[in-house]
C-alpha cells in the first residue's frame, strides 16, 4: 500500500501498475480503494501467480499465470542434472505464460 503511495508521489499520471505478485496487487487493489482511485478506468493494477484469491478480489484482478508444476519439474531435473555431473545445455528455460483478463486491467 505504500508502494502505491510512493509511485503516485513520483508519477501521479500513471496510469497502470504490473505488480511482481497477487499479494502486492492486492495491496495496490485495496490502496487505491482507499485513495478513491477508480480500477480500472484510472489505474490498471496486474497481478503475477494466478493465486486462488485473485479472481475474488474486488475488482478481480486481472493477473499473469505460470506453470508452477512445471517450472518446478524443470527445477528438479536441473538439481539432479548437476547433482549428476551432467551439463546442463540451457540454463534459461522458457516455460511460457497466459495473461488471465479480469476487471482489474
Known sequence: RAGLRAL???HPDID???CSS???ALGVLTEAH???IDIPGQLAVVGLGDQ???AETYPA???V???GRKMGQLA???IIDRIAGTPIPEVVRDIGFTIVERESA
Open 22 to 24: 497477487d499479494m502486492v
Open 76 to 78: 528438479a531435473q536441473f
Open 61 to 63: 484482478l486481472t493477473t
Open 16 to 18: 497502470a501498475v504490473f
Open 52 to 54: 486462488p484469491f485473485a
Open 34 to 36: 482507499k485513495l478513491g
Open 65 to 67: 499465470h505460470l506453470d
Open 8 to 10: 503516485l508521489a513520483d
